[in-house]
């Protein structure tokens, strides 16, 4: 099957900005342009930060409270870049009674001399107030760095109320002060002074933040811990104002780790009982600028809330949502597992997958790679395929030499692991007799045409728009591994509708019996009878509408179902060009023109638009949105978080209908109309 295409839950859209006011003048005044008029004054170029004041969650996601500590996370991201680089020991997070951060770290000191660039700022003034500045691009400065984007400090600057500098270097002490992003005079240079170093004292902007612009001492604390951790070459020193404390956060402490990694997995396990003891190790790559830690165990009775958990990061930055370090990582200890199986003669050991060595498991793993790429601004999830190839490389020896020196050890871990395994084939042997009993017991909604088979694996239920559409993909369908269910029109917008009209509501409750699910926090994705769950509506506007109201049905009543990557819309072309032999199928406007242009170049093709699904043939359907060799889904996920998500969908989704008016007015000019229809 052609992989998956990512979809978010509703595709951001940029509020478009708005002219700036006419200057007062004697002249004259020219008669008033018609209504929706547009014209060289209604162009307005943003300039230094005023992008980031004017649209903050490009830059950290958001202005919730985990956005204000991200500026926190990449002001310590650059002092931890410069203890990587071993030019700082020591870093000071200080929390002060104004509500005020401040950061310090021993290292080389911002540049503070004139860039050559740049005429009249001194580096400093170019590095705090100009995006994707920064002395990380060329790597002479920094092998590894967290802050590889260029923008975080200068996005700081532009988000907090005061930013002050503080440099130590050459000889001297060099301070500025910003407001907003912008200077609020020129550098100066000090005391002479033989410290070395660089402080950044700032205030979040309340314009920007609101309620939120408050740092919360224990989440402080917990980042700075981590940071500690991560790189076991630093001494982070920590202190709060003791007014701000509500909780048993210290008002002081020494952050020094010297086991790394192990003793962070130490402290996240202690009382629990595990099945072997930790493994933990660190390798550097000679000559490859990157270097992998990591630290992992077994427990029968898993972690506390959780049955197994994974913390990865790169280059000391946090990434929750996993990645190709993550992927390395799963990848090495499963293979290693079943080449030491296959040493000593365990057969079973084939039935084992990464899911069944990660089932139970506590791990922490941290990679220092150069050039890393992320997904997003925020850095939540690394891309960088070189890290999946450094983290297998890294881990093979090790584990390796693990395993055969502790032979009882390793025999307990592959037992452990193998009994994982055979209990998630015996879950899914059940779950094939449990769905083959629905099959044949329940009295599944009267227009769902399942598939024949009983196994789950591989099956696909997609929800089409209409009887008619429903009768093309019947035809079309693999009845094996496809069932087809037509839902009449549109369905209840759940997010506007209370609860009891969602329960009462016959489609939706067809297409819950369809899944053989429960909603809400009844929801258990054991008790999926698909493995895949399709969206598959017409390519216009009416099409989308549809898709909307499901993707919210969906967001709302099980968002699991969307975690676990099951959800998806299918791409049905809105256009047929054929001429001679030649046929081509075209998703979109954009599409065809490209066709005409590559394809049917100097040539008049016959063009016709599908007004529907419904109106294709069950041969074409087929061939261009069901065929799994041929077509292209779009999975539908949740990349941000879940307070960003949820504003998201009650503004676009919810009762307020003077959210969506201006919504639609911020957004209109990103609109394209279909006059086609």
């Given at each position: 099957m052609s992989t998956p295409a990512q979809s978010s839950l509703f595709d951001d859209a940029l509020a478009p900005v708005p002219a700036a006011p006419l200057a007062q003048s004697h002249e004259p005044r020219p008669a008033p342009a018609p209504a929706g008029s547009y014209s060289a004054k209604d162009i307005e170029v943003l300039e230094g930060l005023e992008p980031v004041r004017k649209r903050p969650g490009?830059?950290?996601?958001?202005?919730?409270?985990?956005?204000?500590?991200?500026?926190?996370?990449?002001?310590?991201?650059?002092?931890?870049?410069?203890?990587?680089?071993?030019?700082?020991?020591?870093?000071?997070?200080?929390?002060?009674?104004?509500?005020?951060?401040?950061?310090?770290d021993d290292g080389r000191g911002i540049p503070v001399d004139p860039h050559p660039n740049y005429p009249g700022k001194s580096a400093l003034e170019v590095i705090m107030t100009m995006l994707h500045s920064g002395g990380k691009?060329?790597?002479k400065a920094y092998e590894t760095s967290g802050g590889l984007h260029g923008v975080g400090v200068s996005v700081v600057n532009a988000l907090s109320e005061r930013l002050d500098v503080t440099v130590w270097r050459d000889g001297f002490e060099h301070s500025q002060s910003f407001s907003r992003g912008k200077p609020l005079g020129p550098i100066t240079r000090g005391e002479p002074s033989r410290k070395h170093g660089t402080a950044i004292r700032f205030v979040p902007d309340e314009e920007i933040f609101g309620e939120n612009c408050h740092f919360k001492p224990a989440r402080i604390y917990r980042m700075s811990r981590s940071k500690a951790y991560l790189f076991r070459g630093v001494e982070i020193r920590w202190s709060c104002a003791p007014e701000l404390i509500r909780d048993t956060t210290p008002a002081t402490a020494t952050l020094c780790f010297p086991g790394g990694l192990a003793d962070f997995l130490a402290e996240r396990t202690a009382n629990i009982a595990t099945?072997?003891?930790?493994?933990?190790?660190?390798?550097?790559?000679?000559g490859e600028a990157g270097a992998v830690e990591w630290a992992i165990t077994w427990s029968p009775a898993g972690f506390g809330e959780a049955d197994g958990f994974m913390q990865s990061y790169c280059n000391t930055v946090p990434t929750p949502e996993g990645g190709t370090h993550e992927a390395g990582?799963?990848?090495?200890?499963?293979?290693?597992?079943?080449?030491?199986?296959?040493m000593i003669g365990e057969k079973r050991a084939g039935l084992v997958t990464a899911e069944?060595?990660?089932?139970?498991?506590g791990a922490l793993i941290s990679v220092f790679v150069k050039n890393p790429e992320f997904?997003?601004?925020?850095?939540?999830?690394?891309?960088?395929?070189d890290a999946q190839k450094l983290v297998e490389a890294a881990l093979r020896d090790p584990f390796d030499h693990w395993l055969t020196a502790s032979p009882k050890a390793a025999r307990l871990l592959l037992d452990f692991v193998i009994e994982r395994a055979e209990e998630r084939l015996k879950r899914r042997k059940d779950k094939e007799v449990a769905r083959a009993s629905a099959t044949r017991k329940l009295r599944l909604p009267g227009k769902l045409a399942d598939c024949s088979g009983d196994a789950m694996d591989g099956t696909e239920l997609f929800i089409v728009e209409g009887d008619s559409a429903g009768g093309s993909a019947k035809q079309a369908r693999n009845r094996r591994t496809q069932a087809i269910l037509p839902l009449r029109g549109k369905i209840l917008n759940v997010a506007s509708s209370t609860s009891g009209k969602a329960a009462d509501n016959q489609e939706i409750g067809n297409l819950m019996l369809a899944l053989g699910v429960s909603g809400g926090s009844r929801f258990n994705a054991d008790d999926l009878r698909y493995e895949r769950i399709i969206i598959m509506t017409d390519a216009d506007v009416d099409g989308a509408h549809i898709a909307s109201l499901l993707i919210t049905f969906f967001y709302r009543t099980m968002p699991g179902l969307i975690r676990d990557g099951r959800l998806f819309l299918a791409l049905p072309p809105l256009y047929r060009l054929s001429h001679g032999g030649t046929v081509e199928y075209a998703r979109d406007e954009?599409?065809?023109?490209?066709?005409?242009?590559?394809?049917?170049k100097g040539k008049k093709p016959e063009t016709s638009r599908f007004k529907g699904l419904g109106e294709m043939m069950p041969a074409q359907l087929k061939e261009t949105t069901m065929e799994p060799t041929k077509r292209t889904l779009a999975r539908v996920t949740l990349p941000r978080?879940?307070?960003a998500v949820e504003d998201l969908v009650e503004t676009l989704m919810g009762r307020k209908a003077e959210l969506r008016f201006r919504f639609i007015q911020e957004n209109a000019e990103f609109a394209s109309a279909d006059l086609d229809v």
């Open positions: 490009m830059y950290i996601g958001g202005t919730d409270e985990r956005a204000l500590h991200h500026l926190f996370a990449e002001v310590l991201d650059n002092s931890m870049d410069e203890a990587v680089a071993r030019h700082a020991k020591l870093i000071e997070v200080k929390l002060n009674a104004d509500g005020s951060l401040t950061v310090f691009f060329s790597g099945v072997t003891e930790t493994f933990a190790g660190r390798v550097e790559r000679q990582f799963r990848a090495a200890l499963t293979r290693g597992l079943k080449a030491h199986a296959e069944d060595v990660a089932a139970q498991a997904q997003g601004q925020t850095k939540e999830r690394l891309s960088s395929s954009a599409h065809r023109d490209e066709l005409l242009a590559t394809v049917f978080s879940e307070e």
